[in-house]
């Protein structure tokens, strides 16, 4: 884990701050500001609440899947568009609803960030098909913000779990990112947090860490985990500044998750009593 102030100054440190890792669903609000920041979310006339289900790793509850069946309906598309696939809701809930129902991209907990993506081929003049290859213009038009965010020239990249490409980066550049994602330098980033802020449930859902962080923050952070037990956060501190944070758990399991990142944020004291208090459960 590496925490870092808002001059870049190591905060906390935990293992290697270099160690490589991939980046997995932590990149979805820098994926969703592509399509901001090319018009796309403006094009197909997203609200911020779709907006923040492009950032989302969903459960797939009732109001995930009508959200991402409205975004594809704003863009005249169908569900055989979507090609991230279909896996069991991470709600139990929602898994029985769909045991019943059946199972569908919808479900799928990347299904906001597949329709952002089907908004930014719209927007490019491109064939939507394929949108997931890593040589299509809208992983072309990702990678190239991904550049412009972070300075580098290149990335090595795997294939994510929904069958998109997505980089491998430093622990010290994932904390740098989230630095930036929170410092309101780039409108487009800003558009993404915003939609995170406001709408925490549609960011993760119930029992989850990143609906209730977001929603203790009100504002003043967010967090986003990743498959394998990557996280990226970012909380605007009176004395750090912007704070960006990056853990990984190296086991890929998620188990360790919340604990460590509670442990980190008492251990440096960035959490408000009251933010604290509404997080409590996660501590133990």
């Known amino acids: 884990a590496l925490a870092i102030d ?25 994926q ?12 197909a006339g997203f609200t911020s609440e779709e907006i923040a289900l492009m950032c989302a790793s969903h459960n797939g509850e009732a109001i995930h899947v009508e959200t991402a069946k409205g975004m594809i309906e704003k863009l005249g598309l169908n569900v055989s568009h979507i090609e991230c696939g279909t896996h069991v809701p991470y709600d139990e809930e929602a898994q029985n609803k769909a045991r019943q129902n059946g199972f569908t991209p919808f479900h799928n907990n990347c299904s906001g960030k597949h329709s952002g993506m089907l908004a930014l081929a719209q927007k490019l003049g491109v064939d939507t098909k394929d949108y997931i290859a890593y040589k299509h213009p809208v992983q072309t038009t990702i990678f190239e913000q991904l ?15 929904c069958s998109a490409p997505t980089p491998f980066l430093t622990l ?18 800003t558009t993404a947090y915003n939609a995170m802020v406001k709408h925490p449930y549609l960011t993760a859902g119930k029992n989850r860490f990143d609906t209730d962080f977001n929603k203790a923050l009100n504002g003043r952070g967010i967090t986003k985990v990743g498959g394998e037990a990557i996280r990226g956060m970012v909380i605007k ?19 360790a998750n919340e604990v460590a990142i509670m442990t980190i944020l ?3 004291n960035l959490l ?13």
Do not use: M
């Not at 550049?147 to 779990?161: A, E, H, N, Q, V």
């Not at 994932?174 to 409108?187: A, D, N, V």
């Open 147 to 161: 550049k412009r965010l972070t300075g580098k020239s290149t990335f090595p990249y795997g294939i994510d779990g």
């Open 32 to 43: 969703a500001s592509a399509s901001i920041l090319a018009g796309a979310t403006e094009s």
């Open 237 to 255: 501190t009176v004395k750090y500044g912007v704070v960006g944070i990056a853990q990984k758990i190296l086991d890929g399991n998620q188990r």
């Open 266 to 268: 008492n251990h440096l």
């Open 6 to 30: 808002e001059d870049g100054k190591t905060i906390f440190s935990a293992g290697d701050p270099d160690y490589t890792t991939c980046f997995r669903s932590s990149l979805k609000p820098f």
């Open 272 to 284: 408000h009593p009251k933010e604290k208090d509404q997080l409590h459960q996660y501590e133990i």
């Open 172 to 189: 010290k550049e994932i904390s740098e990112l989230f630095q930036t994602f929170g410092s309101e330098k780039f409108p487009e980033l």
